[in-house]
């Protein structure tokens, strides 16, 4: 019961997806205040657009956040592609992402 408790306490806490997705957000914002008329979405990045997909992974870093996915530049802009570096962030990550899967398509 006592583990039950310290669960429900530690999902709240960690934040997760949706901390994720703000934090993707706000990350995306200042990227294109500094790179104004650039966009991560294209196929053939131009010199900007990987600095932009650099600044957002630096970003996501710098708020506790590790990049996993390939495809870079293009995907740096996704939330999926980060998940928590703290131990108990991933693991409240793991559990949320198993626990919704099927509501974040």
Not at 26 to 38: D, I, R
Not at 47 to 54: G, H, I, R, T, W
Request: hydrophobic share 40%; proline share 5%.
């Amino acid at each position: 019961m006592k583990r039950v408790a310290v669960v429900l306490i530690a999902l709240p806490l960690a934040g997760c997806i949706a901390d994720q997705k703000q934090q993707i957000a706000a990350c995306y914002v200042k990227a294109a205040q500094t790179y104004p008329g650039e966009n991560l979405n294209v196929l053939s990045p131009s010199s900007n657009q990987v600095k932009m997909a650099d600044f957002v992974q630096a970003c996501m870093a710098s708020a506790g956040y590790d990049f996993t996915c390939q495809g870079y530049p293009a995907v740096s802009d996704r939330y999926r592609c980060y998940v928590p570096n703290s131990l108990v962030g991933k693991w409240a990550y793991s559990v949320e992402k198993k626990l919704f899967q099927n509501q974040e398509r």
